[in-house]
């Protein structure tokens, strides 16, 4: 599934193709996805409209057009973006396609189809949408330790599912938040209400370094993103406990543990985090 880092290197790819340009036409396949195509608002407020810039609210995708429309886009579990010169065979699982004023088209893939597409009309109200009551971003200036601390406070849950709430803070998916708490050297099954600032410093020092990181490996795959199809910002990240089960701890070389978590697989090293 990809996680904020791979959707934020999808962007910055999408950004440095999309403003600027017109959307002049749209093909939408017959497929429903996890919601049904908005064909009327695509038809309405995004075909004709030029694209200003692209931006990202946790792993949404936002395209905002000069008509103040919003194109909201979730990859779900396996969708895909992809810009294509015009007239390349389309993939089996290709849902949605954009036809740009420059020959170029953006392609949506998505083979289990549990990603979205909206559309926001002009003038929107976020409120009650699925951007509503999110968290800040993990490396916006709101996600503080101080932030985190008040959060916390009276809370018993366990530090890994708090750090997973989106509510609390968004995009930080499992991967990661075994990853940051590892370096934050911190139990994932600590009760959060027991955390110091200082304990929260480490965790949004953390936060900010492994997804900062991995978004620089998949800085990499940009230029087959934009390429190629099927490279969509997919990369190796270099793990340090996640899946790691049992093998020696790069710190200590005490073997790595796991435990289940909310449903979830969390590895963590025993001796390091406390
Ligand atoms: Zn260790």
């Given at each position: 599934?990809?996680?904020?880092?791979?959707?934020?290197?999808?962007?910055?790819?999408?950004?440095?193709?999309?403003?600027?340009?017109?959307?002049?036409?749209?093909?939408?396949?017959?497929?429903?996805?996890?919601?049904?195509?908005?064909?009327?608002?695509?038809?309405?407020?995004?075909?004709?409209?030029?694209?200003?810039?692209?931006?990202?609210?946790?792993?949404?995708?936002?395209?905002?057009?000069?008509?103040?429309?919003?194109?909201?886009?979730?990859?779900?579990?396996?969708?895909?973006?992809?810009?294509?010169?015009?007239?390349?065979?389309?993939?089996?699982?290709?849902?949605?396609?954009?036809?740009?004023?420059?020959?170029?088209?953006?392609?949506?893939?998505?083979?289990?189809?549990?990603?979205?597409?909206?559309?926001?009309?002009?003038?929107?109200?976020?409120?009650?949408?699925?951007?509503?009551?999110?968290?800040?971003?993990?490396?916006?200036?709101?996600?503080?330790?101080?932030?985190?601390?008040?959060?916390?406070?009276?809370?018993?849950?366990?530090?890994?599912?708090?750090?997973?709430?989106?509510?609390?803070?968004?995009?930080?998916?499992?991967?990661?938040?075994?990853?940051?708490?590892?370096?934050?050297?911190?139990?994932?099954?600590?009760?959060?209400?027991?955390?110091?600032?200082?304990?929260?410093?480490?965790i949004v020092a953390?936060?900010?370094?492994?997804?900062?990181?991995?978004?620089?490996?998949?800085?990499?795959?940009?230029?087959?993103?934009?390429?190629?199809?099927?490279?969509?910002?997919?990369?190796?990240?270099?793990?340090?406990?996640?899946?790691?089960?049992?093998?020696?701890?790069?710190?200590?070389?005490?073997?790595i543990a796991k435990?289940?978590?909310?449903?979830?697989?969390?590895?963590?090293?025993?001796?390091?985090?406390?």
């Amino acid at each position: 599934m990809p996680e904020l880092p791979e959707v934020e290197v999808i962007r910055r790819g999408l950004q440095r193709h999309l403003p600027g340009r017109t959307i002049i036409e749209i093909t939408a396949g017959n497929k429903k996805l996890r919601l049904p195509l908005p064909r009327k608002n695509l038809k309405k407020f995004i075909r004709g409209a030029r694209v200003t810039s692209v931006d990202r609210r946790a792993k949404f995708l936002l395209l905002a057009m000069n008509n103040g429309a919003i194109m909201v886009i979730h990859l779900g579990m396996t969708g895909r973006l992809g810009i294509f010169p015009a007239g390349t065979a389309r993939s089996k699982h290709d849902h949605l396609q954009l036809q740009l004023d420059n020959n170029i088209q953006l392609r949506f893939n998505d083979i289990r189809r549990f990603g979205f597409i909206t559309v926001l009309p002009p003038g929107s109200d976020t409120a009650g949408t699925m951007l509503d009551n999110l968290g800040p971003e993990p490396l916006g200036q709101d996600f503080t330790p101080d932030y985190m601390l008040k959060q916390a406070s009276g809370k018993n849950r366990p530090l890994k599912n708090f750090l997973m709430d989106n509510r609390i803070v968004v995009g930080i998916g499992n991967i990661y938040a075994c990853e940051i708490l590892f370096q934050a050297g911190l139990k994932p099954d600590k009760k959060v209400s027991s955390l110091t600032l200082k304990d929260w410093g480490k965790i949004v020092a953390s936060s900010r370094h492994v997804l900062q990181k991995a978004i620089a490996s998949g800085g990499t795959t940009i230029s087959d993103f934009v390429n190629e199809s099927g490279k969509s910002g997919y990369f190796q990240l270099e793990l340090q406990v996640y899946g790691k089960l049992g093998q020696a701890c790069n710190c200590c070389s005490t073997p790595i543990a796991k435990k289940t978590m909310a449903g979830r697989s969390t590895f963590f090293c025993p001796k390091c985090q406390k």
